[in-house]
Structures are given as C-alpha cells and as structure tokens.
C-alpha cells in the first residue's frame, strides 16, 4: 500500500494536484506537495504526557515519525480502525515527517485554479481555523486542509 511521491510539484499547467480522504461522511483534500507516502496502520508506540491528538511515534525506515489522529484533532469521536484506515506520512519543507491518520484515501484529482476558493470570513461558517481552501467540484463541495497549521498549532 506504501506510494512513494518523489516529484514535490503540486502545481500543473492544468492546476493544483490534490490528494482526497474521507473523515467520517466528509471529504478533505491536501496538496500532494506535503506527501511522502501512504502506509497502513501499524504499531504506534504510545508516549506519555503528549497531547491526546497525538497518537503516538512509528518508525519508517529508521526514522522515528509522529502521528496525529485527524479524528481527534478535529474534536471528533474516535473509531476502530480497518482495513481501510491508513496513515497518510506528511513531509515538510524543513524535512520534518508527521503521519495523519485517516478514515479512508480517496484519489488524487488535479484541481482547476477556478475551483479553488478561500474560506468564508465568518467565525461561524469557517470555525475550523484547519481548513485551507474550499473546492467546488461537479461532486460536491470538498475542503483544502492548511498542513502547517494541522500540524504546527
């Protein structure tokens, strides 16, 4: 299940490439920019004392990678995991890795530039600050996550 994305580009002469997953009935997308690879879920090692979105650390080839619960993060219920769960390995300019974990991966679509469109200023409307973008596609209205600050608030 592990995809490696060597290329860093996320812009195409066509628009920006975008990787879709589902959390519960809704679906999110993030840049392909931010993604290394995408594993199943394996042992998390617990560590005490962190905040209760973190999950915990796994080991990728050596290297010890944090992983945040998107459920948690978003201040939703957790659920077991299947075999469709996955965590999703971010990777930052910095060279900082940090695993997501996700409901279920959906697809990799390239969105048009004019479907691209900020958030809505109201506190009520945009409540959570992790939302990036909103896409409007033929299939439904879809949300842009913002990585650094998912990651770094």
């Known amino acids: 299940m592990a995809e490696n994305n060597t290329a860093k580009t996320t ?8 990787l879709f997953f589902s959390i519960g009935e809704t679906i999110y997308g ?5 993604i290394n690879e995408i594993i199943g879920i394996e042992q998390i090692t617990v560590v005490p004392k962190i905040p209760e ?8 080839r050596g290297k ?8 948690k993060r978003f201040g939703m219920e957790e659920i077991p995991y299947d075999d469709r769960t ?9 060279g900082n890795q940090v695993g997501i974990i996700v409901d ?11 479907d691209i469109s900020k958030t809505p200023d109201s506190k009520s409307v945009n409540a959570n600050r992790y939302i ?18 998912l990651i770094m608030d």
């Open 11 to 18: 812009y195409t002469a066509d628009g920006t490439e975008v």
């Open 30 to 34: 993030i840049e392909i920019k931010y």
């Open 53 to 60: 979105h973190i999950k915990g650390v796994i080991n990728i």
């Open 64 to 71: 010890v990678v944090p992983v945040i619960s998107v459920r």
């Open 86 to 94: 996955c965590i999703i390995v971010l990777e930052f300019e910095d």
């Open 104 to 114: 279920r991966v959906q697809e990799v679509i390239v969105v048009k530039q004019g």
């Open 132 to 149: 990036k973008s909103i896409i409007n596609m033929e299939s439904g209205i879809r949300l842009l996550l913002d990585c650094d600050k």
